[in-house]
């Protein structure tokens, strides 16, 4: 196809079609199937058929797939390979995945996973949520604080509400919150902020800080938290210092932050 589209005097691709054929050819690779191998005897099992998968995710113990599905409908001409994905859910025993998230609700998400696909969490303007699969409704870990509209006898409803000091300090003060990862066992969330980082309860939101960061970065070690430990006992990240050549692996435990 290459060919034919580029020899010739003059080629032209109309911005009228859906996709221009270079875009169009660029997603062929998405074109693909999600398939067991019995490393044994080498025979394939096909979980689920072809489609276009941006990408996918599954299960500690197999049972589950999380897939995200190109469902771009034409070239975003602001977003170089900008790319609208259906976020899908397959399980054990059945033939077609299950749609979690439509295109308009996944865009602009980075979905994390738990261990065994049951929960997932992602971050939006710096708010951190977590969402039960399949079917339960998204819940805010780290609701910002609401600002109290002045109360007076016969004021307007819906008026833009006028914040004391003290709750204007408090909102200005409000975190931005980044999702890492789960713990093996789904029960914990270990987020990121520039003030440092924090392992939270998926139940509650109940949440401490085990790593406090300076506001000025220079004054920080280049760390990345890796993994938790199977356990859920401590992160393990990398670790570099800004001023001399130190750097490897640290374990920070989950709950004193030593």
Known sequence: RFPAWTRGPVIVHPAKEPFPEW???NRLNRWRNVADVDVTTGAVSVRIPERKITNYRVARDGSTVALQEDATEKTDYETIGGTENRLLLWAQGTTEPKTILAPKDAKGLTPRWSDDLKSMAWAKQGEVFVRALPDG????LTPKPKPKPEEK???APNVTPILTPEEKKETEAAESFAVESFSRDGTKLLLTSRKGWYVVNVVDGARRQILTLETDEEK???IAALDWTPDGAAIVATMGARDKW???LVR???TSGV
Do not use: V
């Open 153 to 155: 006898p016969g004021a």
């Open 220 to 222: 920080n070690p280049r």
């Open 246 to 248: 130190e750097r490897g």
């Open 252 to 254: 920070i435990d989950a």
């Open 137 to 140: 409704e998204p819940r805010s």
């Open 23 to 25: 875009d169009d050819m």
